[in-house]
């Protein structure tokens, strides 16, 4: 197993991404995992992989499995939210609370969007594994003009739509971010993007 890191990078994601893929499949690697920075990882996800694997080609942690492609275009809403019961995974998030006199508790509380594992339609990048020894033509998309959004759920519909299988496994991880806090400039346009591209489906 090979690990590598990509700190301070300035590159878009897909293009750090999509060089690991190709250097995955030279080198003969069977699967390949991204990451965000901030995931502990709570268990040696390759176990549970292996078997994610005999039915999937894309797997994450937190998808939906079915989705309305819409403005916000973020993957839980578009797939109808936590009470539309389309939503799969389970994901824990860092809580940090500071009491009187100094004491500081880390908590941390499970986001559990519905029952996993699950073939799902679109999944959230936070952790993303690649069946490499399946596929060859997973590639994320360079034309998204967003460095740090979209790749997820645009890789999630280019798989979906050559027929390949997207699952949301029961590896367990806690992310350190509560996820997105504000529409950036940098989001929106991968936004747009994003809708040009599959918005008229």
Known sequence: MDISFALENTEALPVIYNRAIKESLRDGYDCLVFIHDDVILEENPFP?????????????????????????????LMGGGFDGGHLHGNVQHLQIINHPMGMVE??????????????????????????????????????????????????????????????????LITHESPGLREFTEDWRVG???????YGSI
Request: overall charge negative; aromatic content about 16%; hydrophobic content about 40%.
């Open 48 to 76: 549970k992989l292996e078997t994610l694997f005999d039915t999937y080609d894309l797997v994450g942690l937190a998808g939906a499995s079915r989705i309305e492609l819409k403005s916000p275009a973020l993957w839980h």
């Open 106 to 171: 880390h908590k941390k509380p499970a986001t559990y969007f519905g029952p996993y594992p699950h073939r799902v339609v679109m999944i959230d990048g936070v952790f993303m594994a690649l069946n490499l020894s399946s596929v060859k033509s997973f590639e994320f998309d360079e034309d998204n003009p967003s460095k740090f959004h979209f790749y997820d759920i645009l890789l999630s519909l280019d798989v979906y739509f050559k027929k390949m299988k997207i699952g949301v496994g029961d590896i």
């Open 191 to 197: 936004e747009d993007y994003f809708l040009k591209t």
